[in-house]
C-alpha cells in the first residue's frame, strides 16, 4: 500500500480521529474540569464586594421586590379591578403602578459601576428572568380573554 492510500485510510478511519468530541449544549459542563480554571480574577472581584453591607442587603431586597410586587399587584387588578375603582379609571391606576415600579426601580439602582453594580446586576437579570416566566402565561390568558370576549360581542 503506497503513502498515499495509506493516509486516505487513517483519515477516513473515525477511531484513529485525534479531535476531541464536541460537547453537547445541555450535558457539556459536566465535562469541565473546574480545578484547572484561573480563578485570581474572580477572587480580585470578590474582594470588593462586602456582603454584609446593609445597602447591599436593602438593594437584593428591593431587587427580589419588584418583579414579585408588580406581578401579584397586575393580577390582583386583574381580578377586582380595585385600583382602577380608586383611582377613576384602568388609566390612572395604570400610570401610578408605573410610577411605583419606578421609583422602586430607582430606589434599587444605587451601586452604580462597581463590582457590587455588578453582582446585583446578575441579580437582577435572574429575577425578570423568574418574573417573565410568570408573567408570560398570565399575558396571555388575559389576551385569551380579551378576544373571547371581542367575539362574543
Known amino acids: 500500500m503506497s503513502d498515499s492510500n495509506a493516509d486516505a485510510e487513517r483519515n477516513d478511519s473515525p ?13 457539556g459542563l459536566n465535562n469541565v474540569d473546574y480545578s484547572k480554571m484561573d ?7 470578590i ?12 438593594a437584593v431586597i ?14 390582583w387588578e386583574h381580578r377586582t ?3 382602577s375603582g380608586l383611582f377613576g379609571s384602568p388609566y390612572l391606576a395604570c400610570c401610578c403602578l408605573g410610577f411605583v415600579i419606578i421609583l422602586l426601580n430607582i430606589y434599587r439602582s444605587h451601586s ?4 457590587v453594580g455588578l453582582i446585583l446586576t ?4 435572574v429575577a425578570y428572568k423568574v ?9 396571555e390568558q388575559i389576551y385569551r380573554e380579551r378576544s373571547l370576549r371581542h367575539k362574543h360581542e
Do not use: Q
Not at 15 to 27: E, I, K, R, S, V
Not at 112 to 115: C, D, E, M, T
Open 15 to 27: 477511531a484513529t480521529d485525534n479531535h476531541p468530541a464536541l460537547l453537547d449544549c445541555c450535558g
Open 39 to 45: 480563578l485570581t480574577l474572580m477572587e480580585a472581584f
Open 47 to 58: 474582594k470588593h464586594i462586602n456582603v454584609y453591607d446593609s445597602r447591599l442587603c436593602i
Open 62 to 75: 428591593a431587587i427580589l421586590f419588584n418583579p414579585l410586587f408588580w406581578n401579584v399587584v397586575a393580577r
Open 81 to 83: 379591578r380595585r385600583l
Open 112 to 115: 452604580g459601576a462597581s463590582p
Open 122 to 125: 446578575a441579580i437582577v437579570a
Open 131 to 139: 418574573a417573565i416566566s410568570f408573567e408570560g402565561p398570565f399575558t
